[in-house]
C-alpha cells in the first residue's frame, strides 16, 4: 500500500508542470499579465523546485519523510490557494513557486521513502517499477484533462483542483505513511540551500544560453550567483562539522557514474523537440500535439513496468540499465530519415520508442543508485538523483535544442514559417538523433568500464 499512497501523492503533484502551459494564455489574458510575467510564470515552479532540492533531502534524512511529505503537501495546497485566487502578477509567482517548491520536495522524499519501506530483491523492483508509470501516467491524462477542463470552466478551477490534490496528499500521508522514525541526520543548512541556489541560477543561465537572443544581462547575472553560490557552499562544506550537504554518501563506486547516466537521459531527452516538429510540420495546437503525442507516454508506461522488469529478471540491475541506455542512444538515430516531409506515424514512432526504452532505463537506474543510498542518507543521494536529472535537462537545451528552437520562430507561430525554415528544423533533429546516440554510447562506456572495475575489485576483496 506504501507504494501506491507515495505513488499517488507524487502523480497529485505534476498537475502543475503537465497543466501550465495550458493554464497560462486564460490567465494571463484575465489577469492582464504583461509578457515579463507570463515568462516568468512559466519558469517559477521550476525555478522554486531547483532552489529547494537538496533542502526537501536534508529534511527527508532529518526530520523523517512523513513529516516532510505533509509540510510539502501545505505548501502546496496554500500555492495553490494563492493562485486560484491571485488579483495581481506577485500573487501568481508566489502561488506558482510555492507550488513547485511543494511538488520537489514530495518527489524526492518519496524516493528514500520507497528505498527504506520495500525490502531488497523483487520487492524493490516492483515498489520502483509501478513508481516509474507515475511520470508518463501523468504526462498522458493531466495535459488534456486539463485543456478540456479549461474549455468548460474558469481558469481559476484549475488551482482550486490544485489544492484539494494537496489536501488530498497530506490526508495520504497521514493515513498510509507510518510514524517516522528518529532523524539521523546532523549538520547546518546553509550547504543545502546554497547548492539549490548555485543549481538554480545555473540552470537558468543555460535555459537564457539556449535562446535565439539570449539576455547577456541574465546571462551574466545568473553565471555570477552560481559561481558565488558554489564557492560559498564548498567553504561551509569545508568548514562545518557536520555539512549538512555532504558528497559522502556518493562515495559508493557505482553511486557518481549512475548519476552521470542519469543526467545523460535527461539531455538526450527529445519529445519536446518531437513535439515542436508536430506543431510546426503540420500546424498543431498544444492540445492536438499533445494527443499525437499519447503513444509515447503508453509507451514509457510500458517501458517503466514491463520492459524494465523484464530486462532485470534476463540482465540484473546494473547491466540492464546501461544496456538500456545504449539502446535509446541507437534509437535516436531513426531521427535521421527526418524530413520536412516526414508523416506524423513515423514521429510518433520514433517519440514512442525513445519512451518506452528511455523510461525503462531511468527506471533501472532510480533503483540501482537508491539501492546503494546509504541508511539515513536516502533523502541526499534522492535529492542529487534530482539534481542530475534537472541539470541534464538543462544542457539539453543548450546540446539539442539550440539548433531546433533557432530554426524556427516560436513567437510568430507556425504560419509564419517558411519552407526553408521546416527543412532547417528537420535538418536539426537530423544533427540531434547522432548526437544523442554518441552521447548515450558514451554514457553506456562509462557504466560499463566502472562496472567491470567494480566487479573486479569484489572478486580481489572476496578472494582476499
Known amino acids: ?34 509578457n515579463t510575467t507570463v515568462e516568468l510564470a512559466l519558469v517559477a ?30 505548501v502546496f495546497t496554500l500555492g495553490a490557494g494563492v493562485l486560484a485566487s ?23 522524499v518519496a524516493l528514500s521513502l ?17 513508481f516509474g508509470m507515475v511520470f508518463p501516467v501523468a504526462f498522458l491524462v493531466f495535459p488534456i484533462g486539463t485543456s478540456l477542463l479549461l474549455g468548460l470552466v474558469n481558469w481559476r478551477w484549475i488551482p482550486v483542483i490544485w489544492s484539494v ?31 539549490g541556489i548555485a543549481l538554480a541560477t545555473g540552470s537558468r543561465m543555460l535555459q537564457e544560453i539556449s535562446r535565439d537572443q539570449g539576455n547577456p544581462i541574465i546571462i551574466g547575472m545568473t553565471a555570477t550567483f552560481c559561481a558565488v553560490a ?6 561551509v562544506m569545508k568548514r562545518a562539522k557536520h555539512p549538512g550537504l555532504s558528497v559522502r554518501p556518493l562515495g559508493g563506486a557505482m553511486v557518481r557514474p549512475l548519476l552521470f547516466g542519469i543526467a545523460i537521459l535527461s539531455l538526450i531527452q527529445i519529445l519536446t523537440y518531437i513535439s515542436i516538429a508536430l506543431k510546426y510540420f503540420y500546424d498543431m495546437t498544444p492540445l492536438e500535439a499533445s494527443l499525437a503525442i499519447a503513444p509515447a ?68 537506474m532510480n533503483l540501482d543508485i537508491m539501492g546503494r543510498a546509504p541508511e539515513g542518507a536516502a533523502g541526499i ?23 531546433v528552437l533557432s530554426s524556427v520562430s516560436l513567437a510568430g507561430g507556425s504560419n509564419n514559417v517558411s519552407e526553408t525554415q521546416l527543412e532547417e528544423l528537420a535538418a536539426a533533429l537530423r544533427v540531434d538523433g547522432v548526437i544523442g546516440c554518441v552521447i548515450a554510447a558514451v554514457g553506456w562506456a562509462v557504466l560499463y568500464v566502472t562496472g567491470r572495475r567494480d566487479r573486479a575489485d569484489h572478486t580481489v576483496g572476496a578472494s582476499a
Do not use: H
Open 1 to 34: 500500500m506504501t507504494t501506491y499512497g507515495v505513488s499517488v501523492m507524487v502523480g497529485l503533484t505534476l498537475l502543475v508542470v503537465t497543466g501550465l502551459t495550458f493554464l497560462i494564455d486564460p490567465m494571463a489574458q484575465d489577469l492582464q499579465l504583461p
Open 45 to 74: 515552479p521550476s525555478i522554486a523546485a531547483l532552489l529547494v532540492v537538496f533542502v526537501a533531502g536534508r529534511a527527508g534524512d532529518r526530520f523523517g519523510e512523513r513529516k516532510t511529505i505533509i509540510a510539502a503537501g501545505v
Open 86 to 108: 491571485a488579483s495581481f502578477d506577485p500573487a501568481v509567482i508566489v502561488g506558482l513557486a510555492m507550488c513547485g517548491a511543494g511538488s520537489v520536495v514530495v518527489q524526492v
Open 114 to 130: 520507497l528505498k527504506r519501506t520495500t525490502p531488497d530483491g523483487k520487492a524493490r523492483v516492483q515498489a520502483f517499477t509501478t
Open 165 to 195: 490534490c494537496g489536501v488530498v496528499v497530506v490526508v495520504i500521508s497521514l493515513l498510509l505513511l507510518n510514524r517516522d522514525r528518529q532523524g539521523t541526520a546532523e549538520g547546518e543548512w546553509a550547504s543545502p540551500i546554497l547548492a
Open 230 to 235: 558554489t564557492v560559498a557552499c564548498v567553504l
Open 297 to 364: 507516454q503508453v509507451g514509457a508506461i510500458f517501458g517503466a513496468k514491463v520492459v524494465a522488469s523484464r530486462a532485470i529478471q534476463a540482465w540484473g540491475i546494473s547491466r540492464s540499465g546501461r544496456s538500456l541506455l545504449l539502446l535509446t542512444g541507437l534509437v535516436m538515430l531513426l531521427l535521421v530519415f527526418v524530413q520536412a516531409g516526414t508523416p506524423v506515424w513515423y514521429l510518433v514512432l520514433v517519440a514512442t520508442a525513445f519512451s518506452l526504452t528511455g523510461m525503462a532505463a531511468l527506471t533501472v
Open 381 to 403: 543521494v534522492s535529492s542529487f538523483r534530482t539534481a542530475a536529472s534537472s541539470l541534464g535537462a538543462a544542457m539539453s537545451m543548450v546540446v539539442l535544442g539550440v539548433a
